[in-house]
């Protein structure tokens, strides 16, 4: 074997599964990895040119892969009105304030990241906006990007009013006299598409590269891009954005684009999106692929759109009529999933209540059926509340539990807009991960970035604890819900390089896959559970070279 070009030692080694070991050393020579071998033996690879990292008693894992996020989105967003760092309302109103002052020349005041749990009843007014704003539009996405808050001038721009009514798939916030009141929720922000100014591709180019730049310091080195179609923040073409980081040589980071199921549009969508996977096969580069489809089942709890078995209560605690919205009929979803699976795709669900796991679950077994076992890898994503008789079904179909694990614990969103308004006990089925690993499940997880922090760490340490840093409060739906931290870092590496159809040369420390790796310091492992949050990503490396150190040099040869 030749001399390593680069050789990690002195810390333990998470493979992607199971406990650590230690007492060993990975060599990578070029872009892979050459060996994991004991650390008495490593002397034997060392050469002049060797570097020799050495890890201080840290963590070498695989690095992680997000399995839903919005890096484009994120990165525009971080480049324009950025409320995400908002404090409350006041604050929130403030930076609008402070934004439109230093930029004069801007014709609409584009941006987003604010939190529904700073508003009453998670509705901003647009009065708000028009006491900083009166003269220009104003229009930004709420942190989940489920709902969109609009001041005056951007209502009028779109000609909205009290006779305009709410669309299929979404609803508009109302004043006594049926005015739009500001809060747009999910398909009604979409009544602004026809008048809100869009991206320019520049913008969007350097946002891509701005969001690659915040992942890959968090340890991140691939992902699956949840939102590959047009629209999402006025971002008219994901995948070009791509395609100009692919020809430029920007993107470092392996990417699996899911593209957007447009649900007012029909089954006649299948042709275009095998079109464009194959011309993205065709670009020959493994850092981007287009085999995955993203299908919204429905919304969010918090604007009550999230499709529930039993009805939202009111504010007094009595039953509506309200379930939440299915946004595509089942009947209709199990046809398009059973196409789409027939083509070979994987189809990524977005599924949040208890409604919409049960019908994304009869989507994937209703295409099994038509089609046979397949390689598809279908998984939801979100999985907020999850009934006790779905949670067996996940291994029996093959179907990935795809877990945002930074949400399951209490805070005002859950506690204050979501809890109250359903029925008694609904805490018990929230993000119920522990049952869905002992039935089985395969579990991936997310972030679904720019929503929350795209850092794994931070969700990790809630996966583990069920209870958020420094919050004093009983673990969310119950200390049998919580993940070891084994099988927290395994979902966040080899479990989301599964679903990316990457498990063959990436997500584990093995000889010959790809050396696209991360030291986390201190080693989470060696940390009390309440203590994991405190690691942190202090080098990444892609395919052997490192693109992100905290260190001014890693230590070089000897």
């Not at 006790?388 to 805070?411: K, M, V």
Request: proline fraction near 5%; aromatic fraction near 6%.
């Amino acid at each position: 074997m030749p001399a390593a070009d680069v050789l990690f030692t002195g810390g333990a080694v998470f493979t992607g599964s199971g406990e650590p070991l230690r007492g060993h050393a990975v060599a990578v020579v070029g872009d892979r990895i050459a060996a994991v071998l004991p650390e008495q033996e490593a002397a034997a690879l060392i050469d002049q040119r060797t570097r020799v990292v050495d890890l201080g008693g840290g963590l070498l894992s695989p690095g992680f892969q997000d399995a839903h996020v919005h890096p484009t989105s994120a990165g525009v967003e971080l480049l324009m009105c950025d409320l995400s760092g908002s404090t409350d309302a006041a604050d929130a109103v403030a930076t609008v304030a402070t934004y439109a002052g230093a930029h004069p020349d801007e014709a609409w005041i584009i941006g987003g990241g604010w939190s529904m749990d700073h508003f009453p009843g998670g509705a901003p007014a647009r009065g708000l906006l028009d006491g900083v704003v009166p003269d220009r539009p104003v229009l930004l996405m709420s942190r989940d990007h489920h709902s969109t808050w609009a001041n005056t001038a951007a209502i009028r721009a779109a000609g909205l009013d009290a006779s305009t009514a709410d669309p299929r798939d979404g609803r508009i916030e109302r004043e006594p006299d049926g005015a739009p009141a500001g809060t747009f929720h999910e398909g009604a922000g979409d009544l602004f598409d026809h008048v809100r100014p869009p991206i320019e591709a520049d913008v969007a180019y350097a946002g891509l590269l701005r969001a690659q730049d915040e992942l890959i310091a968090l340890g991140i080195t691939g992902w699956q891009d949840a939102w590959i179609g047009s629209g999402l923040g006025g971002v008219q073409d994901v995948a070009s954005v791509y395609r100009r980081a692919l020809a430029d040589g920007t993107l470092r980071a392996h990417v699996v684009g899911a593209q957007w199921w447009e649900r007012s549009g029909g089954i006649e969508q299948v042709a275009g999106m095998v079109a464009r996977r194959d011309e993205a096969a065709r670009l020959g580069d493994s850092r981007f692929s287009l085999g995955s489809v993203k299908i919204m089942v429905d919304g969010v709890a918090e604007n009550q759109t999230a499709a529930m078995l039993t009805p939202y209560r009111d504010a007094h605690g009595h039953d509506t009529a309200n379930l939440g919205l299915s946004f595509i009929e089942p009947g209709e979803l199990r046809a398009i999933v059973t196409a789409l699976d027939a083509e070979g795709f994987q189809v990524h669900f977005h599924a949040l209540g208890d409604r919409a796991v049960r019908e994304a679950l009869d989507a994937v077994e209703a295409a099994r059926a038509a089609n046979g076992p397949g390689n598809g890898r279908h998984h939801l994503a979100h999985l907020q509340v999850v009934a006790e008789a779905e949670a067996a079904r996940f291994a029996e179909l093959d179907a990935i539990a795809n877990i945002q694990a930074l949400w399951a614990t209490h805070e005002d969103q859950i506690d204050e807009l979501t809890l109250p308004f359903m029925q008694d006990g609904a805490e018990v089925r929230h993000y119920p991960f522990g049952d869905l690993v002992r039935r089985g499940a395969r579990l991936a997880a997310g972030s679904d970035w720019p929503v929350s922090t795209a850092d794994p760490v931070a969700a990790i340490h809630i996966a583990v604890n069920r209870v958020a840093p420094g919050l004093d409060a009983e673990p969310l739906g119950g200390a049998h819900q919580r993940l070891d931290l084994a099988t927290a870092m395994a979902a966040y590496t080899s479990g989301s390089a599964y679903v990316n159809h990457r498990d063959h040369d990436t997500g584990w420390i093995r000889e010959g896959h790809l050396a696209n790796l991360m030291v986390l310091d201190p080693d989470p492992f060696g940390l009390p559970a309440h203590e994991i949050h405190r690691s942190r990503a202090v080098s990444t490396w892609i395919e052997g070279e490192c693109l992100h150190s905290l260190t001014s040099e890693i230590r070089g040869a000897s």
